[in-house]
C-alpha cells in the first residue's frame, strides 16, 4: 500500500536540498507555494499541464523579485521541484514554450483560445492543453491554473489586464469557455495582484534598509580609517618629540 506523502514530508525534502536560510520576507511565499503545489500533488483529480506550470514559474519568479543572494533563487526553486519529486525544467520548459507559441499573438485571440480551443489554428501545445482542460469533467481547478491563464494574457496585452473592467471581460470569456468559476477566477486574480503589490512594497522597504545598512557600514569604514589615520600620527609626534 502506497502511503501519501504528507507536508511534513515535502517540507523536509526541500530543506535537505536547499539547505542555506531564506530571508525572512520570502519564506512565506516559498512554503505557502510548497504546501501549495503539495495539495494539489496528492489529489486525485489533479493533473500537471502547462498552464499549471506558468503558474507555478510566474509566481516564483514574480514574488521572489530582488532576492539576495541572486543565485539562491535557482537552488530554491530546484529544491521546490524535487521536494514535490517533479523537474525543474520541466516547469520551466514548458512555461516557456507556451509563452513562446504566443509570442506574437493579440489579446484578442489569445483570450478567443482561453475561450474555445476548438476555434483558430497555430498555439498546438497551449491550444492542446486548453482543449483537455474544457473536455475534463473532472478537471481541478487552483489557483496557480488561474495565475497561468492571468500570465499568459498579461504576456501580450499586459494594458488589458490593468483595467478592471476589460479585465472581467476577458475572465468572464475564459471563465465560461472552460466551465470554471467566475468567481473564483476573479477572486484568484486580484488576490495575486494584491499580493504581488504587497510584495513589491515590502521589497522596497527591505532595499531601503539594506541600502541604510550598506551606509552605517560605510561610515563605520571611513570612522575606523580616520581613527587609525590619527594614531598614526599621534605615534610619528611621539616619536619624533623623543628624537628631539
Given at each position: 500500500?502506497?502511503?501519501?506523502?504528507?507536508?511534513?514530508?515535502?517540507?523536509?525534502?526541500?530543506?535537505?536540498?536547499?539547505?542555506?536560510?531564506?530571508?525572512?520576507?520570502?519564506?512565506?511565499?516559498?512554503?505557502?507555494?510548497?504546501?501549495?503545489?503539495?495539495?494539489?500533488?496528492?489529489?486525485?483529480?489533479?493533473?500537471?499541464?502547462?498552464?499549471?506550470?506558468?503558474?507555478?514559474?510566474?509566481?516564483?519568479?514574480?514574488?521572489?523579485?530582488?532576492?539576495?543572494?541572486?543565485?539562491?533563487k535557482?537552488?530554491?526553486?530546484?529544491?521546490?521541484?524535487?521536494?514535490?519529486?517533479?523537474?525543474?525544467?520541466?516547469?520551466?520548459?514548458?512555461a516557456?514554450?507556451?509563452?513562446?507559441?504566443?509570442?506574437?499573438?493579440?489579446?484578442?485571440?489569445v483570450?478567443?483560445?482561453?475561450?474555445?480551443?476548438?476555434e483558430g489554428?497555430?498555439?498546438?501545445?497551449?491550444?492542446?492543453?486548453?482543449?483537455?482542460?474544457?473536455?475534463?469533467?473532472?478537471?481541478?481547478?487552483?489557483?496557480?491554473?488561474?495565475?497561468?491563464?492571468?500570465?499568459?494574457?498579461?504576456?501580450?496585452?499586459?494594458?488589458?489586464?490593468?483595467?478592471?473592467?476589460?479585465?472581467d471581460?476577458?475572465?468572464?470569456?475564459?471563465?465560461?469557455?472552460?466551465?470554471?468559476?467566475?468567481?473564483?477566477?476573479?477572486?484568484?486574480t486580484?488576490?495575486?495582484?494584491?499580493?504581488?503589490?504587497?510584495?513589491?512594497?515590502?521589497?522596497?522597504?527591505?532595499k531601503?534598509?539594506?541600502?541604510?545598512?550598506?551606509?552605517?557600514?560605510?561610515?563605520?569604514?571611513?570612522?575606523?580609517?580616520?581613527?587609525?589615520?590619527s594614531?598614526?600620527?599621534?605615534s610619528?609626534?611621539?616619536?619624533?618629540?623623543?628624537?628631539?
Open positions: 500500500m502506497n502511503t501519501v506523502r504528507t507536508v511534513s514530508d515535502t517540507k523536509r525534502a526541500f530543506y535537505t536540498h536547499h539547505t542555506r536560510p531564506i530571508n525572512s520576507i520570502y519564506r512565506r511565499v516559498v512554503e505557502e507555494l510548497m504546501v501549495e503545489m503539495h495539495l494539489l500533488s496528492v489529489n486525485v483529480d489533479f493533473q500537471y499541464d502547462p498552464v499549471y506550470a506558468l503558474g507555478v514559474v510566474s509566481s516564483f519568479d514574480r514574488f521572489m523579485e530582488g532576492y539576495l543572494p541572486e543565485a539562491d535557482d537552488s530554491i526553486f530546484t529544491a521546490l521541484c524535487q521536494a514535490l519529486e517533479s523537474d525543474t525544467n520541466v516547469y520551466r520548459n514548458d516557456t514554450a507556451i509563452l513562446d507559441e504566443i509570442g506574437d499573438w493579440s489579446g484578442d485571440a483570450v478567443a483560445l482561453l475561450s474555445d480551443p476548438n489554428e497555430g498555439a498546438h501545445r497551449l491550444r492542446d492543453t486548453i482543449r483537455k482542460v474544457s473536455e475534463n469533467t473532472k478537471f481541478k481547478y487552483s489557483r496557480l491554473f488561474a495565475i497561468g491563464l492571468y500570465t499568459l494574457i498579461v504576456a501580450v496585452d499586459a494594458q488589458r489586464m490593468e483595467e478592471e473592467e476589460s479585465r471581460r476577458a475572465l468572464e470569456s475564459v471563465a465560461q469557455g472552460l466551465s470554471l468559476s467566475l468567481e473564483k477566477l476573479q477572486k484568484d486580484e488576490l495575486y495582484r494584491s499580493n504581488l503589490e504587497k510584495m513589491k512594497q515590502a521589497q522596497a522597504v527591505l531601503d534598509m539594506r541600502e541604510a545598512e550598506r551606509k552605517k557600514r560605510q561610515e563605520r569604514a571611513l570612522q575606523k580609517e580616520a581613527s587609525t589615520s594614531q598614526s600620527e599621534d610619528t609626534e611621539t616619536a619624533a618629540e623623543s628624537t628631539d
